[in-house]
């Protein structure tokens, strides 16, 4: 069963900047979807960033050019990579990668890593 692990949240204050790390279990980018989703109190879980391919990213809109998602296959790893952050970008940020390892399909999930922007 492929396993996400995420690290990289905390406390930051407003413009500063985070990096988020998931490292998966097994090599399972190649060719499947990545994202990146948070979920603040009382909210439902949104989806922040995607990646697919170096050309193919995506980003909702209270991200964009502040938020770069990116992966590194050699380490099994993607980031998301947090600048001008904000008091609303507080959440709890969720890695997700899904897609096909040989003919079965995932949908695997990290624990989940906190984010809280505030002086």
């Known amino acids: 069963q492929v396993q996400l692990v995420e690290s990289g949240g905390g406390l930051v204050q407003p413009g500063g900047s985070l990096r988020l790390s998931c490292t998966a279990s097994?090599?399972?980018?190649?060719?499947?979807?990545m994202g990146w989703y948070r979920q603040a109190p009382g909210n439902q879980r949104e989806l922040v960033a995607s990646f697919i391919s170096v050309r193919k990213t995506n980003y909702a809109d209270s991200v964009k050019g502040r938020f770069t998602i990116s992966r590194d296959n050699a380490k099994n790893t993607v980031y998301l990579q947090m600048n001008s952050l904000k008091p609303e970008d507080t959440a709890v940020y969720y890695c997700?990668?899904?897609?096909?390892?040989?003919?079965?399909?995932?949908?695997?999930w990290g624990q989940g890593t906190r984010v809280t922007v505030s002086s």
């Open positions: 097994e090599s399972i980018f190649m060719g499947n979807v």
């Open positions: 997700n990668v899904r897609g096909f390892l040989g003919p079965s399909f995932f949908d695997a």
